[in-house]
């Protein structure tokens, strides 16, 4: 029961370009959705996060935007540079942040 | 900046064999969990962690599996009698009480052989 998917494995854009990322889930009581960066052979690493109660998050280079009538969110990075290189994991929490569900990541390369 | 720090790296044991996998989370975070990702699949949710109990689990974490905050600082997953299967990247995440977000460690390679 897959709550939280990307429904594309990988992506590719070119450097400086934006690169957008896709999220859908099923659960409607979701609070919290996240976006994790890993490399190869490393632990997530925390990139950004909205709350449900918004739709639009956003952090330097990375947006977070969220349509909670259409259970989607994404990951825009403008511009995308080399060092983004990775994949990239959609999460959802509920309220009581006991369970992170993870999508099955997306893997982002980004050509010099 | 506080990290999640998991020992060892790598671990390579047996089937049959008992493991604990060991990791340190960041002070003042009180929630816990352990994730996995089987090579090529995705990560899994196997246990969370509060106040001294399981707060949830997965149907992963059978009997097989146990956790444990045996001091202030450390929390460690225990698979009593690993098989082929248990072979995976083995994730730690701590939360802060008030926090959104959970830390990941650089993660324990579990090879069983």
């Known amino acids: 029961d897959q709550q939280v998917k990307q429904n594309s494995p990988s992506l590719s854009v070119q450097e400086g370009r934006i690169s957008i990322l896709n999220c859908d889930y099923t659960?409607?009581?979701?609070?919290?959705f996240l976006w994790y960066k890993k490399y190869p052979a490393e632990g997530p690493t925390f990139l950004i996060s909205?709350?449900?109660?918004?739709d639009k998050n956003e952090d330097g280079r990375f947006t977070v935007f969220l349509n909670k009538s259409a259970k989607h969110l994404s990951l825009h990075i403008v511009p995308s540079q080399p060092g983004d290189s990775a994949v990239y994991f959609c999460?959802?929490?509920?309220?009581?942040?006991?369970?992170?569900?993870f999508g099955t990541g997306t893997s982002l390369t980004v050509i010099p | 900046e506080p990290e999640v720090t998991q020992t060892p790296s790598h671990q390579v044991t047996q089937m049959g064999q008992e493991v604990i996998l060991r990791c340190v989370p960041i002070s003042n975070h009180l929630y816990f969990y352990w994730y996995r990702q089987i090579l090529g699949q995705k990560v899994e949710f196997l246990v969370s962690?509060?106040?001294?109990?399981?707060?949830?689990k997965s149907e992963i974490f059978d009997d097989q599996f146990s956790v444990e905050r045996p001091d202030g600082s450390n929390f460690t997953l225990k698979i009593r009698s690993t098989k082929l299967e248990d072979s995976a990247m083995y994730f730690c995440a701590s939360r802060a009480v008030y926090g959104t977000e959970a830390f990941f460690g650089q993660g324990t390679r579990l090879t069983v052989v």
């Open positions: 909205i709350s449900s109660i918004k």
């Open positions: 659960n409607s009581m979701f609070d919290y």
């Open positions: 999460a959802a929490s509920g309220k009581t942040g006991n369970q992170f569900y």
């Open positions: 962690f509060y106040n001294n109990e399981i707060s949830e």
